[in-house]
T-cell receptor, first 115, second 114 residues
Framework: AQKVTQAQTEISVVEKEDVTLDCVYETRDTTYYLFWYKQPPSGELVFLIRRNSFDEQNEISGRYSWNFQKSTSSFNFTITASQVVDSAVYFCALNSGTSYGKLTFGQGTILTVHP | KAGVTQTPRYLIKTRGQQVTLSCSPISGHRSVSWYQQTPGQGLQFLFEYFSETQRNKGNFPGRFSGRQFSNSRSEMNVSTLELGDSALYLC?????????????FGEGSWLTVV
């Protein structure tokens, strides 16, 4: 069975602060794929990043960065210099290497950035 | 390039009725999957279709069904609605050729059962 845990239910920060969203996953598959999605109030899940299990390189995209560590089964997401527009619910998700279209999601972290 | 389109966006149904939700995937995507999102259960996978065939299924009762058409558009149906079916229903699409394909979501259909 697969499981994704996002221990932080809600995070509140002030604009320009850095914030890290934690994600821990469990899977018995040796090949798997990890995702982060952003969900604004409109409801749509906006794709942010996909990481393959065999690629542990960290990634940076503008103010966003991701730290993937297989040794601790974690795939954490950091927003640098947060902005009010970053306020949303963020989901970490896992797809096994044998399952099409099926993502296992964490419970999500509500991020609120105050001006 | 148009994203995943879902209709209707909002709807209210009465307990016992049935509902049909529609989804148009991103052009060129042949896999369509459906998810239910509720405050209590979070995001849960319903089923996935590829080339008109259900390829994967979650743990939902038989009242939840779906289908996919030859143009990859998909519909999901919920019969005999219950209050607990009130949720955001999200459709997602991907190329579908590999399990590594990125999955893109639509804006969802907000269903309220009264």
């Amino acid at each position: 069975a697969q499981k994704v845990t996002q221990a932080q239910t809600e995070i509140s920060v002030v604009e320009k602060e850095d914030v890290t969203l934690d994600c821990v996953y469990e899977t018995r598959d040796t090949t798997y794929y990890l995702f982060w999605y952003k969900q604004p109030p409109s409801g749509e899940l906006v794709f942010l990043i996909r990481r393959n299990s065999f690629d542990e390189q960290n990634e940076i995209s503008g103010r966003y960065s991701w730290n993937f560590q297989k040794s601790t089964s974690s795939f954490n997401f950091t927003i640098t210099a947060s902005q009010v527009v970053d306020s949303a619910v963020y989901f970490c998700a896992l797809n096994s290497g044998t399952s099409y279209g099926k993502l296992t999601f964490g419970q999500g972290t509500i991020l609120t950035v105050h001006p | 390039k148009a994203g995943v389109t879902q209709t209707p966006r909002y709807l209210i149904k009465t307990r016992g009725q049935q509902v049909t939700l529609s989804c148009s995937p991103i052009s060129g995507h042949r896999s369509v999957s459906w998810y239910q999102q509720t405050p209590g259960q979070g995001l849960q996978f319903l089923f996935e279709y590829f080339s008109e065939t259900q390829r994967n299924k979650g743990n939902f009762p038989g009242r939840f069904s779906g289908r996919q058409f030859s143009n990859s558009r998909s519909e999901m149906n919920v019969s005999t609605l219950e209050l607990g079916d009130s949720a955001l229903y999200l459709c997602a699409s991907s190329l579908g050729d590999r399990t590594s394909d990125t999955i893109y979501f639509g804006e969802g259909s907000w269903l309220t059962v009264v």
